[in-house]
Nanobody
Framework: QLAESGGGLVQPGGSLRLSCAVSGTNLDYYTFGWFRQAPGKEREGVSCAPMSDGFTWYRDSVKGRATIIRDTANKALHLEMAGLKPEDTGTYYC?????????????????WGQGTQVTVSS
């Protein structure tokens, strides 16, 4: 099971930390990802990271602004974002998949949290 937290209203240029609490599984076997969906748009991958190694993928629009953090001691995954823009607004989802998917794409992940809303607005 996956449970997201940390969303909210943030001003442009601000920062936030999203968290995904994981229960009921051994994290080492999974690749985890953060995805987002804006109103009227398709869900898209923000960042993905297998727990078993240091590989990390970020979509181009968040590179340099986002950091995915593996928190194995607390069975959690975090996403820190800075320099937030209105276009970062959306519902952010945590997802998990095993075996390792080829792409950080929503269609390749089959376990999802309920999502947390992030609104970037002044």
């Amino acid at each position: 099971q996956l449970a997201e937290s940390g969303g909210g209203l943030v001003q442009p240029g601000g920062s936030l930390r999203l968290s995904c609490a994981v229960s009921g599984t051994n994290l080492d076997y999974y690749t985890f990802g953060w995805f987002r969906q804006a109103p009227g748009k398709e869900r898209e991958g923000v960042s993905c990271a297998p727990m078993s190694d240091g590989f990390t993928w970020y979509r181009d629009s968040v590179k340099g602004r986002a950091t995915i953090i593996r928190d194995t001691a607390n069975k959690a995954l975090h996403l820190e974002m800075a320099g937030l823009k209105p276009e970062d607004t959306g519902t952010y989802y945590c997802a998990a998949q095993s075996p390792r998917p080829y792409f950080c794409s929503p269609g390749e992940f089959h376990s999802w949290g309920q999502g947390t809303q992030v609104t970037v607005s002044s």
